[in-house]
């Protein structure tokens, strides 16, 4: 009889300490993922407004189409978890998965979108859902930036709370130039100056 009740008090005790060994190795994994080392580029510079500059003007509806087709085409062979990237009325959205302690966990990160002085769009990070969950916003950047496929214009500050969309270095290579010109979420306007490069 004692036999046994050892038995049964050893299972527990193992239970016990493999639970407290998943939990700390979650814990450390978060506080790696927070306070990992953060590279900061050096935004790419606005290409000078010439005669050929037009300014564009976009919708909400619009932007959005444009997010959701870009991000589909990237994605379309990608086998890293999916997200989706939403502009509302008052902030810019970004919805997907993380997985923590083993569960995956849906989230949708609020952001309010600004432009940068070279023209480019700076995320910052304001609000973050998580279930019933309360995960701190760097954990939650920190993983899209190490699990998720993003372009290489895309820079990812979980230290900063940002989200850099340089859009001088997405179109420096392109027949045109785009950069952000204005953003006005409130009135869902959306202007951006497209510049076509001139040969010397």
């Known amino acids: ?20 060994i998943v939990l700390i190795g979650s814990l450390l994994t978060v506080v790696h ?22 300014e564009l003007v976009l919708n909400q509806k619009q932007v959005n189409a444009l997010a959701n087709s ?15 990237f939403i502009v509302g009325n008052q902030y ?18 609020n952001c309010i979108p600004v432009k940068t002085s070279e023209g480019n769009i700076l995320l ?4 973050l ?7 701190p916003i760097g954990f939650v950047m920190g993983y899209i930036k190490k699990n998720y496929q993003l372009p290489n214009w895309v820079y990812i500050n979980q230290k900063k709370k940002t989200i850099l969309l340089d859009l001088n270095k997405y179109t420096k290579n392109k027949a045109v130039h785009a950069q952000a010109d204005e953003i006005n979420l409130a009135d869902g306007q959306f202007k951006f100056l497209i510049t076509v490069p001139q040969d010397n």
């Open 1 to 20: 009889m004692e036999d046994k009740l050892k038995k049964q008090y050893n299972g527990w005790k193992a239970a016990f300490w493999v639970l407290v």
């Open 33 to 54: 993922l927070a306070s990992a080392p953060v590279k900061t580029p050096a935004e790419t510079a606005a290409p000078k407004a010439s005669d050929t500059s037009l």
């Open 70 to 84: 870009y991000i589909k085409k990237i994605q379309k062979k990608s086998k890293k978890p999916q997200y989706r």
């Open 92 to 109: 810019a959205t970004v919805i997907g998965r993380a997985k923590f302690l083993g569960v995956n966990v849906q989230y949708a990160m």
């Open 124 to 127: 910052k990070a304001k609000g």
């Open 129 to 135: 859902a998580v279930g019933r969950l309360n995960l």
